[in-house]
């Protein structure tokens, strides 16, 4: 029994029935379209922080940034929480723009599988496929959602064929297309051959008519197209679900906006998409998911709420029970961090979730002293240190200086922050000093958010120069004595106090390799 009266029964219990998800794809896939979709079949339980609008789409458009409202992109990441039946699913949000890919990435460490939408007229693109291989190296079961089924397309067997040639897991079908977009067509039902036939319902989007076909009777209605997609569905497998789940993955097609397919989707989250598990930990042990308290922050967001200058650390629950009022202990410091006025937030407006179970989000509101990646936990049960949060490779450094060289206190103190918050990285070069920092990101816009933020949150403005750099490689210290002064390189040192080489493009990298031997770069992504 917890001290708060929960049972290790109802722990087990609340657990098996969470699934804890994340939609990845390209800009313009369906994702936002997709989650109305889903949050339209479920109930909706709440929200943690601000689901994004889009431009003057509906929806809970969070204004933290003056930035993100103008561009109508989404920076910051949430969870959306809904009832299907008895499933309890935590979606968490990824930003749809590709320069905050790191945000997403972050996210991906918290989820237990992944929905990889595709555009059926334009297939595998390429910040899909990058998201992906994310999962990949983590070992992230995904679920493929082939969408815009509603409208002509690629064929779909051409669309599998390069899934299967350029990601490395084998197709296992769900549903299969019975003719093409247009104003009616079918999903095959693979495991039981019968059809579900869609008409779009007047005036265009929402629910459409769906009746079910047996064989016989999709045979009479879809003639031909049903004969064919029969016999293609017929080259590839029915989902099988106890093969290794990081080795095949299930396949769907459907059109989000029609909201067709998305009743399949959920079956397959259910049926296959794991529920919380025991958790690797730091030491190479298992945290037990059934038991004391403990999870990590995978985000943290600043200033959502322009009266209240607040920091929320986004933590997943990985075990035990979360109790609103307990304290927990901070593994880094070994603080005790109170969370009874670090209320946790769900909802439009904050409301207070007096529970959380393992797979769920809880935002902890002044958590300014938590930083990505830090573990919480319960002192009552074990210590426990979850595995740090992976650097990401950045593509984009500049070099940042302080507008106003008296406000340099502020300047540091409000890169500390960043820093903490993983809005950018932070690189000391040998050349500039620490006065002087290389900032450096995956995508440039990460430099924008920091210095809106310098500037506004902090008060220091901040001189960014662009740098002529593309990707950095760690190396050892004789390695960077060696290359160090060469055109294109500069050497620089990671806060964690990793050695990089920072150089101007690959060919540069592949050169050092031809002409100095001795010298190792080696990728950063090896960390993820
Ligand atoms: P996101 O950038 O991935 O979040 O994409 P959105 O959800 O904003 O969708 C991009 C565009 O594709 C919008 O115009 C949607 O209406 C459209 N869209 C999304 N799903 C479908 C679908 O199933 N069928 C069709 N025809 N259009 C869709």
Redesign the pocket.
């Given at each position: 029994m917890q001290a708060d009266g929960t049972s290790l029964q109802d722990i087990a219990a609340e657990a098996h029935r969470r699934r804890t998800i994340a939609v990845i794809?390209h800009?313009?896939?369906?994702?936002?379209?997709?989650t109305e979709a889903l949050a339209l079949h479920a109930q909706v339980i709440g929200e943690a922080g601000a689901v994004h609008g889009?431009g003057n789409r509906s929806g809970v458009v969070s204004d933290w940034l003056e930035m993100e409202r103008k561009r109508g992109i989404s920076i910051t990441s949430a969870a959306l929480q809904f009832a299907w039946g008895d499933l309890t699913i935590n979606l968490l949000d990824t930003p749809?723009h590709a320069d905050f890919s790191e945000d997403t990435y972050r996210v991906l460490t918290a989820v237990d599988c992944a929905v990889m939408?595709i555009d059926s007229a334009k297939g595998l693109e390429p910040q899909t496929f990058k998201l992906f291989e994310v999962c990949k190296r983590r070992n992230v079961p995904v679920i493929a959602f082939i969408?815009?089924?509603?409208?002509p397309g690629r064929e779909a067997l051409e669309l599998i064929d390069e899934i299967t040639e350029r990601l490395d897991r084998d197709p296992q079908l769900v549903t299969w297309p019975v003719g093409i977009g247009g104003s009616e067509f079918g999903l095959l039902d693979v495991a039981s051959g019968e059809v579900h036939a869609y008409r779009k319902a007047p005036g265009g989007a929402q629910l459409a008519e769906d009746e079910t076909l047996d064989p016989p009777a999709a045979a009479q209605h879809f003639g031909g197209d049903d004969a064919r997609a029969r016999e293609e569905a017929g080259l590839l497998p029915v989902l099988d679900s106890s093969a290794p789940k990081a080795a095949v993955m299930p396949i769907l097609f459907g059109?989000?906006?029609?909201n067709i397919g998305v009743r399949q989707l959920f079956e397959t989250i259910d049926r296959w998409a794991p529920a919380p598990g025991d958790r690797p930990t730091r030491s190479g042990d298992d945290r037990p998911v059934i038991g004391a308290f403990s999870g990590f922050v995978f985000k943290m967001q600043a200033g959502m709420d322009p009266k209240h200058r607040d920091h929320v650390a986004y933590v997943r629950v990985c075990s035990g029970v979360f109790e609103r009022g307990m304290i927990l202990t901070h593994q880094p410091t070994k603080r005790a961090f109170a969370t009874k006025y670090a209320l946790s937030i769900f909802g439009r407006d904050r409301e207070v979730t007096d529970r959380a179970y393992p797979g769920d989000v809880v935002g902890l509101v002044n958590a300014a002293n938590l930083a990505v990646g830090d573990t919480l936990y319960d002192p009552e049960g074990p210590a426990v240190e979850f595995p740090p949060m992976p650097a990401f490779e950045p593509e984009h450094f500049a070099s940042a200086r302080v507008a106003d060289p008296s406000a340099s206190k502020k300047f540091r103190r409000g890169m500390d922050k960043l820093v903490q918050e993983g809005v950018v990285q932070r690189l000391v070069s040998d050349l500039r000093g620490d006065g002087n920092p290389i900032l450096a990101a995956v995508g440039p816009l990460q430099f924008e958010v920091a210095a809106d933020r310098m500037e506004h949150e902090f008060g220091a403005r901040l001189i960014l120069d662009t740098l002529p750099y593309s990707l950095a490689r760690k190396i050892d210290e004789a390695g960077a004595s060696e290359i160090s002064g060469m055109h294109g390189v500069e050497i620089a040192r990671r806060h964690d106090g990793t050695r990089l080489a920072l150089l101007r493009d690959i060919y540069l990298a592949r050169s050092i390799g031809r002409t100095h031997p001795d010298v190792t770069l080696t990728p950063l992504l090896a960390d993820a």
């Open positions: 794809s800009p313009d896939a369906g994702k936002s379209t997709l889009k749809g939408l969408n815009k089924w509603d409208r059109a989000a906006l029609s």
